[in-house]
């Protein structure tokens, strides 16, 4: 049975065909299982935030620009029907975030626009976010010929200078021979490569694939990227949305070893003056060993 987990998830805007608000997301982590109930990991995250248009400065009404980077280690409890997973990250917002300089060179690399305001980025401070998530397994049904369907529900609490949140959301998985893993496919602190729920009947040996469908919804009641720093002062251009809500769409494949995700996230407004819903695109790999 393979212990070790290694996962990169990409998350990017791209696929509705702009670049604003919430741009690009990478999360790299690393889960080891040391025991058949207990993991811990490490994670590595940065994020770009950038407004709708293409100038210098911060936009009145648009997102602010903003750079997130940190590391984080989580421990995850992993039971057949109840797991829970909690991660402290420790990072840094502004210039030392590297997103404006990694998002530049990666524009270059392809022939994009530039984004031109990151000069006015919110400003770099050190951040501190303990997030937990616990998740329940509500419904399972075998159905024909190696078919699988599952239902979870899960809770998600997150604390500190980046972002104080909470909310519920649902899951919902149907497929062949389902894997315990990929149903977090997200950037979200707290999401890990490994499933936060065992399924001791998997087989390993054989093929998966399966297509998921979720809605999440929280209360946000502090966002650094739209809100500013703790200690620095920051000319809002906007106003964060409290109640938002989060829909995804996706497949995932397991052969050998490596686990291949594709999916959709469609977010609702995450502040006032936003003119639509994002949709965001997520790709994820993970290797087993």
């Not at 899960?154 to 909310?167: A, H, Q, V, W």
């Not at 890990?192 to 040996?205: E, H, I, T």
């Not at 006032?272 to 695109?281: A, E, F, P, Y």
Request: hydrophobic content about 30%.
């Amino acid at each position: 049975m393979p212990k070790n987990h290694l996962r990169g998830v990409f998350q990017n805007d791209s696929i509705s065909g702009e670049d604003s608000n919430f741009s690009h997301g990478t999360r790299i982590d690393y889960t080891r299982e040391v025991s058949e109930k207990h993991a811990w990991a490490l994670t590595l995250t940065q994020n770009m935030y950038t407004p709708e248009e293409h100038t210098f400065g911060n936009v009145s009404e648009q997102h602010p620009y903003c750079g997130y980077l940190a590391l984080g280690g989580g421990y995850l409890y992993r039971g057949a029907k109840f797991g829970c997973g909690t991660e402290m990250q420790v990072g840094t917002t502004g210039k030392a975030s590297l997103a404006g300089k990694t998002q530049n060179a990666v524009h270059d690399l392809l022939g994009m626009e530039k984004w031109r305001g990151w000069d006015d980025q919110v400003k770099s401070e050190v951040t501190v976010q303990l997030t937990s998530r616990q998740e329940w397994l509500v419904k399972e049904r075998t159905l024909r010929h190696g078919w699988e369907s599952e239902t979870r529900v899960y809770i998600r609490e997150s604390l500190g200078t980046f972002n104080i949140s909470g909310g519920a959301g649902i899951l919902y998985r149907l497929g062949y021979n389902l894997p315990p893993s990929m149903t977090t496919n997200e950037i979200d602190t707290g999401n890990f490569s490994v499933s936060l729920l065992r399924k001791p009947g998997y087989d390993r040996n054989k093929i998966s694939y399966f297509l998921l469908a979720g809605v999440y919804s929280e209360y946000v009641a502090r966002d650094m990227t739209i809100d500013g720093g703790v200690f620095h002062h920051f000319d809002r251009t906007c106003g964060r949305t409290p109640w938002q809500v989060q829909g995804q769409l996706g497949v995932g494949v397991s052969c050998r070893g490596i686990d291949y995700y594709v999916g959709m996230l469609l977010h609702s407004r995450s502040y006032r003056t936003q003119d639509k819903n994002s949709l965001m695109g997520v790709f994820a790999l993970t290797w087993n060993w």
